[in-house]
T-cell receptor, first 113, second 115 residues
Framework: GENVGLHLPTLSVQEGDNSIINCAYS??????FIWYKQESGKGPQFIID?????DKRQGQRVTVLLNKTVKHLSLQIAATQPGDSAVYFC????????????FGTGTLLAVQP | DTGVSQDPRHKITKRGQNVTFRCDPI?????LYWYRQTLGQGPEFLTY????????KSRLLSDRFSAERPKGSFSTLEIQRTEQGDSAMYLC?????????????FGEGSRLTVL
């Protein structure tokens, strides 16, 4: 698929294990930090976001952690399933008036059955 | 299907030709965005519309690129005199108006190959 690039960081996990995908961001003034999932041949799909005044937010099987001290964002996926295989991008909302997002480099999550 | 739709999904063209992509956002969404994505990279912001007004353009959007949203509904992105470096996936996204959020609704993209 278009996002299986040779230079993408890759995380390989066993089905049923937990996955942790990490991201470093640069702009301390961002309002929101977001995780997107992109499957091969498809557009990015919103997973979860976290406001800059929070440090943790939970969704269904996913948790996002924000550490503003070290400008680090992580996505935890519990009980990883084959359908979770995709490229994951972190993004920052640097302009709350327009919701323009700046995307980081993706991580390919490969779930082994 | 009431998601964001893009057309065509794939376009192969020769260098120097013009191409146009269309995006139909989710109907009640005021905001519309165009992004470009190359292999292995995250989407890069190109331009943003609030209704029919184009409010922000990236420096990536050279003068060969033009985007319109004439009636505040669908949008078109035209690339004139295409170059091989224009080969990429062009993604459209929309979102409702309102406060800050991280959620944009993306289409499946239009893949451009310039020979």
């Amino acid at each position: 698929g278009e996002n299986v690039g040779l230079h993408l960081p890759t995380l390989s996990v066993q089905e049923g294990d937990n996955s942790i995908i990490n991201c470093a961001y640069s702009n301390s003034a961002s309002d929101y930090f977001i995780w997107y999932k992109q499957e091969s041949g498809k557009g990015p799909q919103f997973i979860i976001d976290i406001r800059s005044n929070m440090d943790k937010r939970q969704g269904q099987r996913v948790t996002v952690l924000l550490n503003k001290t070290v400008k680090h964002l992580s996505l935890q996926i519990a009980a990883t399933q084959p359908g979770d295989s995709a490229v994951y991008f972190c993004a920052e909302n640097r302009n709350g008036a327009t919701n323009k997002l700046i995307f980081g480099t993706g991580t390919l999550l490969a779930v082994q059955p | 299907d009431t998601g964001v739709s893009q057309d065509p999904r794939h376009k192969i063209t020769k260098r120097g030709q013009n191409v146009t992509f269309r995006c139909d956002p989710i109907s009640e969404h005021n905001r519309l965005y165009w992004y470009r994505q190359t292999l292995g990279q995250g989407p890069e912001f190109l331009t943003y519309f609030q209704n029919e007004a184009q409010l922000e353009k990236s420096r990536l959007l050279s003068d060969r690129f033009s985007a319109e949203r004439p009636k505040g509904s669908f949008s078109t992105l035209e690339i004139q005199r295409t170059e091989q470096g224009d080969s990429a996936m062009y993604l459209c996204a929309s979102s409702p108006s309102g406060g800050p959020t991280g959620e944009l609704f993306f289409g499946e993209g239009s893949r451009l190959t310039v020979l």
